[in-house]
Nanobody
Framework: QVQVVESGGGLVQPGGSLRLSCAASESIVSIYFMGWYRQAPGKQRELVATIRGSSNTDYADSVKGRFTISRDNVKNTLYLQMNSLKPEDTAVYYC?????????WGQGTQVTVSS
């Protein structure tokens, strides 16, 4: 199995930026699917961005043009660069990977966008 740990969340003003990291306990070179999800209070968890292979990315419409997902296979880390943050981006952000046929989740990192 693989463990993933998110970091980088925090409180930021509207229009600000944050970069989330997701560190994996195993090499991610062979991991094809990796993604970021988020869950706001009272709402269902939703997909934010995914990366398949080295560069095939996809984004939720609500974050297109503002968020960028990337991976570093040397550091075994997945990233989510978030720019132009809005209050509606406030949520717990989760990293997920599919490793040897199983989906693994991190514990989440809180992102709060507020003035």
């Amino acid at each position: 199995q693989v463990q993933v740990v998110e970091s980088g969340g925090g409180l930021v003003q509207p229009g600000g930026s944050l970069r989330l990291s997701c560190a994996a306990s195993e090499s991610i070179v062979s991991i094809y699917f990796m993604g970021w999800y988020r869950q706001a209070p009272g709402k269902q968890r939703e997909l934010v961005a995914t990366i398949r292979g080295s560069s095939n990315t996809d984004y939720a419409d609500s974050v297109k043009g503002r968020f960028t997902i990337s991976r570093d296979n040397v550091k075994n880390t997945l990233y989510l660069q978030m720019n132009s943050l809005k209050p509606e981006d406030t949520a717990v952000y989760y990293c997920s990977v599919v490793f040897r046929g199983h989906m693994y989740w991190g514990q989440g990192t809180q992102v709060t966008v507020s003035s």
